[in-house]
């Protein structure tokens, strides 16, 4: 194991707080701090020191595919670091969006030469773990319910769309096409009649909200088409390719393919490509978002997911108690969340504190971390 250092990203709708509190930096932070990114994405490699100098991970799985990554995964994933793991510190709504499965992102990759909404050829599940309360919108819920929280607002123009969700399942397409394709002229007098109507709820709270920062947005109605989750600490929410989601308040550990294929619906004032997303969402309802963590061991569980790309495991190590034991296949990212903790390989031993990461190649044996605190291990999936 050695020490790796992650990247941090500056989105506008980043906190000022989260992530310098979690690596003990003074707070706020000079600007908005949205991710710390621990992998090897060409859009923000980590980097490990080498005699003196920051070498991005990036460079080193090229040099070396098979010491960093071992054989198995070179021969499914190719010299690339296949998942990517993640800090995410929200404190203003990110935009509705969704992302293509494996054969879209290939198909869509070769397709768009101009990497306009495909940026490389690989697919992008994401599974998010709660480290605060955490406020998202994930998946289309019934659309019956959707139907009478729209319908509840009493605007005349939106009667179409729900008439289209009255159908069932089979009009969820048909009622985000209303609502994606609205007119531009004709939005902000959307969302204003919707904000006018004297409704109660949870609903309405939602919109107000969410139109304070998108007064002229449809996205602020197709937000009511999802389900509207709060996690508490510990619980994960798992977003396969299809489903539209935002994730709006909070912090948590994220871990996804190692991709930045996106395709946006809203609340935002990025590009909308409409038809393409059309093309990839899934009109289904999401019956269960919400993913709790599974004990694999002693201080040790994980998030269930039916992905290779990636596996998240979160351990707890007390003063005194056994030491953990993870047979988990290389390479490793560990993230320690709290405390300090020591983690060895056989290779190398690290000692974190809060915020600080290490990775270690495919020729380390089983991990073993001991300590005191609380740490997220990072791995692919292939077992």
Not at 31 to 59: C, I, K, Q
Not at 319 to 345: F, K, M, N, Y
Request: aromatic letters at 6%; glycine letters at 10%; proline letters at 8%.
């Amino acid at each position: 194991m050695e020490l790796l250092q992650g990247r941090i990203r500056d989105y506008a709708w980043g906190s000022r707080t989260a992530i310098a509190e979690l690596q003990g930096r003074a707070v706020p932070s000079a600007g908005p701090e949205a991710e710390l990114w621990l992998g090897a994405h060409p859009g923000g490699p980590a980097t490990v020191d080498r005699d003196g100098n920051p070498v991005s991970l990036t460079e080193l799985l090229v040099a070396e595919p098979v010491h960093w990554l071992g054989e198995r995964l070179v021969g499914r994933f190719g010299t690339r670091l296949p998942f990517l793991l993640k800090v995410l510190a929200a404190d203003a709504p990110l935009s509705l969006q969704a992302h293509p499965d494996a054969e879209q992102a290939r198909a869509g990759y070769a397709a768009d030469t101009g990497r306009v909404n495909y940026v490389d050829p690989y697919h992008k599940p994401e599974l998010l773990v709660a480290l605060s309360e955490f406020e998202a919108l994930c998946g289309f819920r019934d659309p019956a319910e959707s139907a009478a929280a729209i319908a509840a607002f009493g605007v005349p123009a939106l009667e179409p769309v729900v008439a289209a969700l009255r159908t069932g399942p089979e009009g969820l397409r048909e009622a985000v096409r209303l609502l994606l394709s609205w007119p531009a002229a004709e939005r902000a007098g959307l969302v204003a009649d919707v904000l006018a109507a004297e409704v109660a709820g949870p609903d309405a709270g939602l919109a107000r909200a969410l139109a304070v920062d998108y007064p002229a947005d449809p996205g602020v109605v197709v937000a009511l088409l999802l389900h509207h989750v709060r996690l508490a600490p510990g619980e994960a929410i798992w977003m396969p390719a299809g489903n539209l989601h935002a994730y709006l308040r909070g912090t948590g550990v994220e871990i996804m393919a190692a991709s930045d294929n996106v395709l946006r619906g809203g609340l935002t004032p990025k590009r909308v490509d409409e038809d393409e997303l059309l093309r990839v969402l899934r009109f289904e309802v999401l019956d269960e978002p919400v993913v709790r963590p599974e004990p694999v061991a002693a201080g040790v569980v994980t998030w269930l997911v039916p992905v290779d790309d990636f596996a998240l495991h979160r351990v707890e190590v007390a003063p005194g108690g056994p030491a953990a034991r993870l047979d988990l296949p290389g390479p490793r990212v560990v993230l320690c969340r709290a405390g300090e903790i020591t983690v060895a390989d056989g290779v190398g031993t690290v000692t974190l504190a809060a915020g600080q990461a290490a990775i270690g190649t495919a020729a380390g044996g089983p991990l073993v971390l001991d300590g005191a605190g609380e740490a997220f291990v990072a791995t692919s999936g292939l077992r």
